[in-house]
């Protein structure tokens, strides 16, 4: 038996054999064979469905991998490419939030909003991250963010 050092990848399978009653050897095959974009599209849908209702947010998270998965949600109501004055921004966000200012920061702060001049627009290309950054990073971001800001999602 192959044994993973990965922790939310242990959790997953975990939570496989929880609701299967499968071994963790056949939970572990089951979960290795799994798409990672259908597994990580499921758990990003079932972060925001808690945390969004009728496209607002109702409470910005404290956890940050909850609140990235939320900033990602966000994101999706910009156009890659698209150069975006401030004003253009906060009228997004206001649809989102009522505290566009914070949100503005954090997607600028994430990378995945880039900001020169006043004006705003999609980073061009995932941003890499630091070992330290990945531990607050959920699977959609890998999965969703690159075909997303080559404008194929």
Do not use: C
Request: net charge positive.
């Amino acid at each position: 038996m192959q044994v993973t050092r990965n922790g939310d990848f242990k959790k997953v399978v975990r939570a496989r054999m929880a609701e299967t009653g499968e071994t963790y050897t056949a939970a572990l095959a089951a979960v290795r064979e799994s798409d990672p974009y259908d597994d990580a599209r499921r758990e990003q849908e079932r972060v925001v469905s808690r945390l969004f209702a009728d496209g607002r947010i109702q409470r910005v998270p404290a956890k940050r991998r909850t609140r990235v998965a939320v900033l990602l949600e966000v994101l999706r109501r910009f156009e890659p490419g698209r150069v975006y004055a401030e004003k253009e921004v906060d009228a997004i966000l206001l649809g989102v939030h009522e505290d566009f200012a914070y949100l503005r920061r954090e997607l600028v702060n994430y990378r995945y909003l880039v900001r020169e001049d006043g004006r705003y627009r999609t980073a061009p290309a995932a941003p890499e991250r630091m070992p330290v950054e990945r531990q607050e990073i959920p699977a959609w971001e890998a999965v969703w963010l690159p075909p997303f800001l080559a404008g194929r999602s």
